[in-house]
């Protein structure tokens, strides 16, 4: 937790003898706390102190690897309960749960389209990260053939469902070196699989029935060399596991609970499609780590990769892209020039539409610091007098042969201003990018 500089005061030496550079202990302090200056550039501090220190500046939530490479999915290190306080940092992973028995040229194609699911919005391609497989069957053999399968097809990073430890012992083989997530450790299995996971060095899922055997658990794991962990909220209803992932969270952020800063685990199965949709939308909104789905479908999972998109962008910071001009097709002299902000969801709201409409464009993304149309205009972010600075400094006369812009039907009011300003023709266009097919179209 976090320590306030009176805080950091009191376990400073307090002689004020200015080694640090600071005139006072006091002042050093509050830098401290701010994250402003190292602790070690006090020479007296204690070793005591020094630990305290170390250990406040731990993230309550331990950041959480599952998978190897580029492509790894990172989790946890989440510093408050409400986006709107600062911003959740690792977006939540979401991945699908193959069973073992099923008939391995089946898997392999099932794991492909799975690993396949990418698109891209607002500039950022969205896709699932992991690919879990269940062992159903009794055989150590066909489960790790299993997840060599899936996980060979899919790309995605690596979780193991052992039913037991000569299952988990195969699998762990078949994948050495891809620092598979182990589901789950719980007290009747943790002798069996706490060396394995301590050995191959790779995370392990928990489970425990209350708060206060999970716990137990974890400071088991711990101590038995097991350090990435993700908690389990085990199959609960949705209501009791959100409690559950609540819980942690407020434990870990506000009574700092270390053994229960670890990002969590859900997994949801055996429900229709729309429960597992908003069940998970409910997860990844209060503060699942990691969510195992089973579907059928694929495609019934790009409504939450969306979710996860918007509930980890930065609320202080709207996602925007470069301002600059950008031609759009085999745009030339003739070709319309369209006037936008570079908030990304309008950029690429414009950008849809305009390529549909099969019309070489320009497109100048005015600097509106991330800003919508109306918001910039109010804000007076999206004014004459920076559209003629854009369109000056992107030299946008040099690639037409013409003088005529087209703004966005909701800032008509500035078209006489801009005119003036820019000595460009104005042309108001649509209110809503969906009519600017229709509208470049009969453009003359
Ligand atoms: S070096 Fe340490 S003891 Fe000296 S003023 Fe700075 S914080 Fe205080």
Redesign the pocket.
């Known amino acids: 937790m976090a320590l306030s500089g009176l805080d950091i005061y009191k376990i400073?030496?307090?002689?004020?003898?200015?080694?640090?550079?600071?005139?006072?202990?006091l002042?050093?302090?509050m830098q401290l706390a701010k994250k402003g200056v190292e602790a070690g550039?006090?020479?007296?501090?204690s070793e005591e102190a020094g630990n305290i220190l170390a250990d406040a500046g731990r993230p309550p939530i331990n950041l959480v690897s599952i998978g190897s490479g580029e492509g790894c999915l990172k989790v946890g290190n989440e510093t408050v309960l409400f986006r709107h306080e600062e911003k959740f940092r690792n977006p939540c992973g979401i991945g699908f749960i193959i069973d073992d028995v099923l008939p391995e040229e089946q898997i392999k194609r099932t794991a492909s389209r799975l690993g396949g699911v990418s698109f891209e919005r607002v500039g950022q391609i969205l896709k699932p990260d992991v690919i879990a497989v269940r062992q159903s069957s009794n055989s150590a053999e066909k489960f790790a053939a299993a997840v060599k399968a899936a996980v060979d097809a899919s790309g995605l990073n690596p979780v193991l469902m052992p039913s037991d430890a000569s299952g988990l012992r195969a699998a762990l083989e078949a994948v050495k070196g891809a620092a598979p997530l182990i589901y789950r450790v719980t007290k009747d299995n943790i002798r069996e699989f706490m060396p394995l996971a301590a050995q191959a060095r790779v995370p392990a899922a928990v489970y425990g029935d209350t708060l206060e055997e999970q716990a137990e658990l974890v400071k088991e794991l711990n101590g038995g060399g097991v350090a990435q962990i993700l908690l389990d909220t085990g199959e609960q209803e949705p209501r009791e596991r959100i409690w559950r992932l609540t819980q942690w969270r407020r434990q870990a952020l506000k009574k700092n609970n270390r053994l229960l800063g670890y990002p969590a685990v859900t997994v949801l199965k055996g429900k229709d499609p729309y429960s597992v949709a908003v069940e998970a939308a409910g997860d990844i909104c209060k503060y699942a780590g990691l969510i195992l789905l089973e579907v059928s479908e694929a495609e019934e999972t790009l409504a939450l990769l969306t979710l996860r998109q918007n509930i980890y962008s930065d609320p202080q910071k709207p996602l925007q892209i470069e301002p600059k001009v950008y031609t759009i097709g085999n745009a030339g002299k003739e070709s319309p020039v369209l006037i936008t902000t570079n908030f990304s969801l309008t950029y690429f709201t414009v950008l849809g539409e305009v390529e549909s409409s099969k019309v070489p464009s320009y497109i100048v993304s005015v600097d509106t610091e991330g800003m919508s149309v109306l918001t910039a205009w109010a804000a007076e972010k999206f004014t004459p007098e920076k559209i003629t600075d854009s369109l000056q400094k992107f030299g946008v006369s040099g690639l037409v042969g013409h003088n005529r812009l087209i703004i966005p039907g909701y800032v008509a009011m500035m078209s006489g201003n801009l005119e003036e300003k820019s000595g460009w023709e104005v042309v108001v266009g649509p209110k809503e990018a969906s009519g600017l097919p229709a509208f470049l179209k009969n453009l003359s």
């Open positions: 400073l030496p307090k002689t004020n003898c200015k080694e640090c550079g600071f005139v006072t202990c002042a050093f302090a550039k006090c020479p007296y501090l």
